[in-house]
């Protein structure tokens, strides 16, 4: 790559604010209701039933398509696309029930009565499928997707990439998203161990984190290699000279090991998260560590790769809290030591969980930034307290979204007492190209960087006009959908 244009690319990504937090959350709110739309097609008129070349654009669309459009051509009017999604999901609902399939036994797998369908009370495990967890980290890794190649044209606002010290911005979320949605994804092998009985010792953990981090460590060499073989345009500030993201993600698991060894008697998940976030935070404030990180020479390999090492810390604890949550809604049956929750329907009680862990979060992250409070500034670049509360806040958020739409709009979703029943319910739910990019989630990650590199060393993207850099994001993000989608169908599952 050219010294001259991958000084401008590197300047493009550099030394940005960010945007507002309630902007970040206007954009954001296209991902709920985009599947509103989509929930309301399906519930009301069993449009994705059939599964062919019109559903898929559709589903691609709405579920896809809204994302790219909230982040370029509607970055500066996300109300105006939240409304043209959200109307029609209203009036769907609010009009009669409309199967557009025309065989003779329809397939009506929700029950609008609340009755289940099957009176038998064997197969149901006590880890349930939920559907909209599966559209939380589906959508996440869309978000995902679209930005890092998005990011490198114009079309993508400033104020939405990564912001180089203090401030917020979405691919700032999206970086402490990835995570937090990994931290819930790892809490259900947990709960089954648990549930099995099956006790490991600390070394046999340890063994099985190694073997999920070799992969991730793997690819943070490969990217690290071709990075600096090809001279690809870094913003070294990010997270150093050599590390990157991968690696980050690679040491999640060993460290998560070492904290499920602890005695579950003794500290919670959630505790450990908050702990260690409040003792990182008070080290940078009291000591030369945040001006190490933020001003230190590159004289040395840990000083090079400063960002990347103690970055960790906030990030395990993002990783530490979306575990915690997982353990409290992933169950079928969670006894809670608060007695009106015990109360509620069903239905209910994972939603007033999912309410209440964010309503926690938020009111720390008003105590934490606020004027009134602690006065403390948002840093992805050191993962600081306030960065932690605020991706923990907003993720319990989204996912407290997807679970109501899931609540309004599949009453009967887990009301089958027959597995089998249940899986078809939840099928059903679901939308194939977010199940799709949920199932191979770290796999298409790596195929959107892949492509993401492809794309910038062959186009200038700097000069691309809007209608260019927008036909090329468009063919991107089909070409990963249709290869997720295809995976998804043939029940291929590519364990990284």
């Known amino acids: 790559m050219a010294q001259c244009y991958k000084s401008l690319k590197e300047d493009f990504v550099s030394n940005l604010s960010g945007g507002g937090i309630w902007e970040i959350n206007s954009v954001t709110a296209v991902v709920p209701a985009a599947v509103l739309l989509w929930s309301a097609l399906q519930s009301r008129c069993d449009y994705f039933v059939n599964y062919g070349p019109n559903a898929f654009t559709t589903d691609f669309l709405l579920n896809v398509g809204a994302i790219l459009a909230a982040t370029t051509i509607y970055s500066s009017a996300p109300t105006a696309l939240n409304t043209l999604l959200i109307l029609p999901a209203v009036a769907l609902y609010i009009f009669p029930r409309w199967s557009r399939t025309r065989t003779k036994k329809p397939f009506h797998p929700v029950v609008a009565n609340g009755t289940p369908d099957n009176k038998g009370e064997d197969g149901l495990g006590p880890l349930p499928e939920r559907p909209f967890i599966t559209h939380y980290r589906g959508s996440m890794m869309v978000v995902t997707c679209v930005a890092i190649l998005a990011v490198d044209f114009r079309v993508f606002p400033r104020r939405f990439a990564k912001v180089e010290t203090w401030g917020t911005s979405l691919m700032d979320m999206g970086v402490g998203s990835f995570v937090f949605a990994a931290g819930l994804a790892s809490a259900r092998p947990v709960l089954k161990a648990r549930e099995a009985g099956k006790g490991t010792s600390v070394a046999a953990s340890m063994v099985a984190a190694t073997r999920h981090s070799a992969p991730l460590l793997l690819l943070g060499f490969v990217r690290l290699y071709s990075v600096k073989g090809l001279d690809y345009a870094e913003h070294v500030s990010e997270y150093g000279v050599h590390w990157n993201f991968f690696f980050t993600l690679a040491l999640l698991p060993p460290f998560a090991a070492i904290i499920q060894s602890l005695p579950q008697s003794l500290f919670s998940v959630h505790f450990i998260a908050l702990s260690a976030a409040l003792v990182y935070q008070i080290v940078l404030d009291t000591t030369s560590l945040k001006a190490y990180v933020l001003t230190a020479p590159r004289d040395n390999l840990l000083s090079q790769n400063r960002e990347g090492v103690f970055s960790f810390v906030g990030y395990f604890g993002i990783f530490l809290v979306g575990q915690a949550v997982g353990f409290d809604i992933l169950p079928r049956r969670n006894p809670s030591t608060m007695a009106f929750l015990s109360r509620l329907n069903p239905k209910y009680q994972v939603l007033t969980r999912l309410a209440l862990w964010s309503a926690w979060f938020s009111v720390l992250l008003f105590s934490a930034i606020s004027y009134r409070g602690f006065g403390l500034q948002v840093s992805r670049r050191l993962a600081n307290?306030?960065?932690?509360?605020?991706?923990?806040?907003?993720?319990?958020?989204?996912?407290?979204?997807?679970?109501?739409?899931?609540?309004?709009?599949?009453?009967?979703?887990?009301?089958?007492?027959?597995?089998?029943?249940?899986?078809?319910?939840?099928?059903?739910?679901?939308?194939?190209?977010?199940?799709?990019?949920?199932?191979?989630?770290?796999?298409?990650?790596?195929?959107?960087?892949?492509?993401?590199?492809?794309?910038?060393?062959?186009?200038?993207?700097?000069?691309?006009?809007?209608?260019?850099?927008?036909?090329?994001?468009?063919?991107?993000?089909?070409?990963?959908?249709?290869?997720?989608?295809?995976?998804?169908?043939?029940?291929?599952?590519?364990?990284?």
């Open 385 to 496: 307290l306030p960065y932690m509360l605020w991706v923990s806040a907003f993720n319990c958020a989204q996912l407290a979204l997807f679970c109501a739409i899931e609540v309004l709009m599949f009453p009967g979703l887990y009301l089958a007492t027959d597995k089998p029943i249940e899986i078809r319910r939840c099928k059903y739910a679901t939308s194939q190209i977010l199940g799709a990019f949920n199932a191979n989630g770290l796999a298409i990650f790596l195929l959107a960087n892949l492509l993401t590199g492809v794309v910038n060393l062959s186009t200038n993207t700097l000069q691309a006009n809007r209608a260019r850099a927008m036909v090329t994001l468009l063919f991107y993000t089909l070409v990963l959908a249709s290869i997720a989608t295809t995976l998804h169908f043939r029940k291929i599952k590519i364990k990284l």
